[in-house]
């Protein structure tokens, strides 16, 4: 049986992965899929690709543009959620901060450098005609760390998913000022060379299990009260959630990865765009 470790952030969107663990559909098909969560984001993801912790990550699609044009010997096989990730910009509940405009000039909360946090930041002052060469970052590794970089004045404001982020706004830990979507499908899978060149008809099984998965899970009876349960939502959000939110079973388009390289250079984040098939690989 092969053995593929695959890692995600521990949110809603993976629990197609999760799903076919426990019913043990990969080991059906004689793969172990071993997961690993990174709750610090694509940051921590792309470099457990680069060092062998892990050998296909789910991450954010821009995260893994970005560090692939850098160097990492991964490619992308396909999109993951087809659809926009809704950023919120948060700040803390206690704060004086009440509009985008008051956020101008202040210091951002991120994961990790090369974190979806941060390059979202990026897309944002863009967003607001504000420098972006002029943005300044305090690391906070999570969640955790950016509830308490806010609350001791080390950071302003933190850039997260909507929903996962909505039950610290409910509970009056963050307030947030506004949203910030992705001008492209948001997560990708990644995989390294390496094993695509030898375990190439394995992943391919494993795509193919968790395709099916994604593209039947929302028309699981009671899915939401499962998405609820466990990753702590209300019902209504994750209903809200779940009409915004497509996956996807096909790669990302070239026209969708010409736009994030563009904006990637328009950003400085990149010094030169490079060929799809230096990042895609068609499985």
Same mark, same amino acid.
């Given at each position: 049986m092969k053995t593929l %470790?695959? /890692?995600?952030? &521990?949110?809603?969107? @993976?629990?197609? +992965?999760?799903?076919?663990?426990?019913?043990?559909?990969?080991?059906?098909?004689?793969?172990?899929?071993? +997961?690993?969560?990174? &709750?610090? /984001?694509? /940051?921590?993801?792309?470099?457990?690709?680069?060092?062998?912790?892990?050998?296909?990550a789910v991450l954010l699609t821009e995260g893994a543009v970005k560090d692939i044009i850098s /160097?990492?010997?991964?490619?992308?096989?396909?999109?993951?959620?087809?659809s926009s990730l809704i950023w919120g910009i948060h700040v803390d509940a206690g704060s004086d901060y009440q509009s985008i405009e008051d956020l101008a000039g202040k210091k951002v909360a991120i994961s990790r450098v090369g974190s979806g946090s941060q390059l979202m930041a990026?897309?944002?002052?863009? @967003?607001?005609?504000w420098d972006p060469s002029k943005l300044?970052?305090?690391?906070?590794?999570?969640?955790?760390?950016?509830?308490?970089?806010?609350?001791?004045?080390?950071?302003d404001y933190?850039? +997260?998913?909507h929903f996962t982020t909505k039950p610290l706004v409910d509970n009056g830990t963050f307030r947030r000022v506004?949203?910030? &979507?992705?001008?492209w499908p948001c997560?990708?899978?990644?995989?390294? @060379?390496?094993?695509?060149?030898?375990?190439?008809?394995?992943?391919? %099984?494993?795509?193919?299990?968790v395709n099916q998965k994604s593209s039947e899970i929302l028309n699981i009876p009671g899915i939401d009260k499962v998405f609820a349960e466990r990753y702590g939502q209300k019902i209504e959000d994750i209903r809200k959630w779940m009409e915004i939110t497509s996956w996807s079973q096909q790669q990302i388009s070239e026209a969708d990865l010409e736009e994030v390289q563009q904006q990637l250079l328009r950003l400085d984040l990149i010094s030169n765009t490079i060929d799809s098939s230096c990042i895609l690989y068609n499985l």
């Open positions: %470790k695959v /890692g995600g952030v &521990p949110e809603h969107f @993976n629990l197609p +992965w999760h799903l076919c663990i426990e019913n043990d559909e990969f080991k059906n098909q004689d793969i172990n899929v071993i +997961w690993k969560d990174f &709750p610090d /984001g694509t /940051g921590a993801m792309t470099r457990a690709l680069r060092n062998g912790e892990i050998d296909v /160097g990492n010997e991964a490619r992308i096989v396909q999109s993951y959620i087809a990026y897309v944002n002052a863009q @967003n607001q005609a300044e970052f305090e690391i906070v590794g999570d969640i955790n760390g950016a509830v308490k970089a806010l609350k001791e004045g080390r950071a933190f850039m +997260w998913e506004v949203d910030c &979507p992705t001008p997560f990708v899978i990644a995989v390294k @060379n390496e094993i695509l060149k030898i375990d190439y008809a394995d992943v391919r %099984k494993m795509i193919d299990i």
